[in-house]
């Protein structure tokens, strides 16, 4: 019983780091359209959003780690050292995908624009990073 509840919240979680992201996506369109002195409201929105991300990613690894412990696999697994090296990795980008984009909305040079280019991309990466570690965890490759 207590695997399953922490396979719930380690699933919520992993929703709740990923999901908000596809919010950003309309907020981005809209503010393409949106007049350049309402540009601010939507930055304020999408950091918004990025914070329900980061809140959510907390719950992540400790439920995950949990789980690891109770479902009997080794710490040694290949899978689990090319997730410990992939998160290792990621903690730089993590903690500064979106940091570009926050400080150039807030300098003298800020273009809606090119902010909207930085966010997509950043977007992008973050997703795609998010979609490789539930490939681990679901599929469990061996790697060796």
């Known amino acids: 019983m207590l695997y399953k509840l922490l396979l719930f919240a380690h699933v919520?979680?992993?929703?709740?780091a990923t999901g908000p992201l596809?919010?950003?996506f309309p907020l981005l369109s809209r503010m393409?359209?949106?007049p350049e002195a309402e540009a601010l409201s939507?930055?304020?929105a999408l950091q918004g959003v990025l914070r329900a991300?980061?809140?959510?990613?907390?719950?992540?690894?400790p439920t995950g780690l949990m789980l690891i412990h109770f479902s009997g696999w080794s710490w040694g697994s290949s899978w689990l050292?090319?997730?410990?090296?992939?998160?290792?990795?990621?903690?730089?980008?993590?903690?500064?995908?979106?940091?570009?984009?926050r400080n150039f909305a807030k300098s003298a040079d800020f273009s809606k624009y090119t902010y909207i280019h930085m966010v997509k991309v950043a977007t992008w990466k973050y997703t795609?990073?998010?979609?490789?570690?539930?490939?681990?965890?679901t599929s469990k490759p061996n790697f060796w």
């Open 22 to 24: 596809f919010a950003i």
């Open 128 to 137: 795609a990073l998010m979609c490789f570690f539930i490939w681990l965890m």
């Open 81 to 101: 050292i090319v997730t410990y090296i992939a998160m290792t990795a990621s903690l730089y980008f993590m903690a500064s995908a979106f940091k570009p984009a």
């Open 32 to 34: 393409k359209k949106a």
């Open 42 to 44: 939507y930055v304020n």
């Open 53 to 61: 991300v980061a809140h959510g990613g907390h719950y992540v690894v």
């Open 12 to 16: 919520v979680s992993a929703v709740a």
